[in-house]
């Protein structure tokens, strides 16, 4: 089994920007990718970035060139850097980790709210 927790949410003001960390306890065996997500009020939970286990990452299009999501295996500890944050990013991001055999761990979410 694998812990999630976030932190890092909070509230900022637009061009501002946050570092999000998920960190991983438990066993972490079979991870081929991990994500972050976020859901805004009224909204579906979207995909903001990737890191897949041998390092690749992508970016939704609407992030790209803004977020930049990044792991440290020692910490057991996958970030999101958020630069120049809008108010569109206001949601609850979530930290995801995904299994080569298609079972996904969650963490509860922290809040992100950018003020105009």
């Known amino acids: 089994q694998v812990q999630l927790v976030e932190s890092g949410g909070g509230l900022v003001q637009a061009g501002g920007s946050l570092r999000l960390s998920c960190v991983a306890s438990g066993s972490a065996v079979g991870i081929v990718a991990m994500r972050w997500h976020r859901q805004a009020p009224g909204k579906q939970r979207e995909i903001v970035a990737v890191?897949?286990?041998?390092?690749?990452?992508n970016y939704a299009a609407s992030v790209k060139g803004r977020f930049k999501i990044s792991r440290d295996n020692a910490k057991n500890t996958v970030y999101l850097q958020m630069n120049s944050l809008k108010p569109e990013d206001t949601a609850v991001y979530y930290c995801?980790?995904?299994?080569?055999?298609?079972?996904?761990?969650w963490g509860q979410g922290t809040q992100v709210t950018v003020s105009s």
């Open positions: 890191i897949t286990s041998g390092g690749s990452t």
């Open positions: 995801n980790f995904h299994t080569w055999s298609e079972y996904d761990y």
